[in-house]
């Protein structure tokens, strides 16, 4: 989880009592998260038309979700994809869900599968999200049950073709890894042209936008693993950027003093030991950060060091041991 947003309460709020806005925040709930917007409207522009803009920005992720990526929502496309496993004419894609299934694709290769959209069978029978909750508090899923739903994962399992996805009986898929990062590069799309500024969090990925009236830099803490509340450092940043967190601290429960948390390898079916507890990604992409900090985090750090430089993201991982390693691209804008 990455801190740097100084807006904590529910709707609303203004910097000025007037009607020009200086700023807008919004909080809110949305992807199985705390999002908070905050945006620098264009000069002179009006407190209200500022908000209206932030609602809508809300808006369209809520639809990106509920439309398209949602595993859970019968509304979404990626739900509708996996009530259609197991039969034989594949189901319809759209433009958009079917060029980023063919990314996370190239994702999946590039990270020799430690990356993988397909694991939403391991997904479903760990439920992380309940358990994280304290809603589930049954044992562990048992070594067989690990092997059943490994065997339904693994991207053999759905095939791309002619606008349409493929997905064997018992497959599904699970676009937790990308869904935040999607969601920024949605918004950094809808705010093209426009003249404001702004910082939209996403729980562990945050969009950097324009440039602040006040002359003054972005700062986007990044959390210490051992001690979520408090930050190893910041990022300093002018512009557009995307930062992507994901860490072991973020969704997980306790089990016999052991730690169990969302991030899953695909190779054992158990929450990834990679030796990380935490991956910060850099990047112009939203998708790249998010999809690039889940598959750093399990290819651990030797591997995820190289799988960041192949697509020139800062990488910034934090071991077992609390050591902190960085690229020079991460490098340039991280201060301790
Ligand atoms: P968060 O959702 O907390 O921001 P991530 O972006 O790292 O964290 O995504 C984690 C989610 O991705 C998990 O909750 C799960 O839905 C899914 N997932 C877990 N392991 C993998 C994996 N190896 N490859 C792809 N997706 C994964
Ligand atoms: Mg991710």
Not at 216 to 232: D, S
Request: glycine share 12%; with cysteine; aromatic share 6%.
């Amino acid at each position: 989880m990455l801190l740097g947003i100084l807006c904590g309460c529910e709707g609303f709020r203004n910097a000025d009592a007037g009607q020009r806005a200086e700023k807008v925040s919004l909080t809110d709930v949305c992807m199985g998260t705390v999002v908070s917007f905050t945006l620098y409207p264009e000069n002179g522009s009006d407190k209200s038309s500022a908000e209206l803009l932030t609602r809508s920005l809300l808006q369209e992720v809520r639809s990106l979700e509920e439309t398209t990526l949602s595993r859970k929502l019968e509304t979404s496309e990626v739900y509708q994809i996996n009530q259609s496993a197991g039969e034989k004419q594949g189901h319809p894609l759209s433009v958009q869900l079917e060029d980023l299934l063919l990314r996370c694709q190239q994702m999946t290769k590039d990270s020799d599968g430690a990356f993988d959209v397909t694991i939403g069978p391991l997904v479903a029978l760990w439920r992380m999200d309940e358990r994280a909750a304290g809603e589930e508090k049954g044992k562990l899923p048992s070594a067989e049950e690990i092997k059943a739903a490994m065997a339904s994962c693994g991207s053999s399992k759905a095939s791309l073709q002619d606008g349409k996805i493929t997905l064997q009986a018992g497959a599904m898929l699970d676009l937790g890894s990308v869904g935040k990062g999607e969601a920024l590069d949605l918004l950094a799309k809808a705010l093209e042209g426009q003249e404001v500024a702004g910082v939209f969090s996403l729980g562990g990925s945050i969009l950097t936008y324009g440039d602040k009236p006040d002359g003054m830099p972005w700062k986007v803490g990044i959390a210490n693993p051992a001690h979520p509340e408090k930050t190893l450092g910041t990022l300093t940043l002018t512009g557009q950027w995307c930062v992507s967190t994901s860490g072991d601290y973020e969704r997980y429960f306790m089990f016999e003093g052991e730690r169990y948390h969302h991030l899953l390898d695909p190779a054992t079916g158990y929450p990834a030991r990679s030796g990380l507890r935490g991956v910060t990604i850099l990047s112009e992409s939203g998708f790249l950060s998010d999809a690039l900090s889940t598959a750093c985090f399990v290819l651990g750090k030797e591997k995820g060091m190289a799988l960041a430089e192949k697509w020139q993201a800062g990488i910034l991982a934090v071991d077992d041991e609390g050591e902190i390693v960085m690229n020079e691209k991460m490098r340039a804008f991280f201060s301790p």
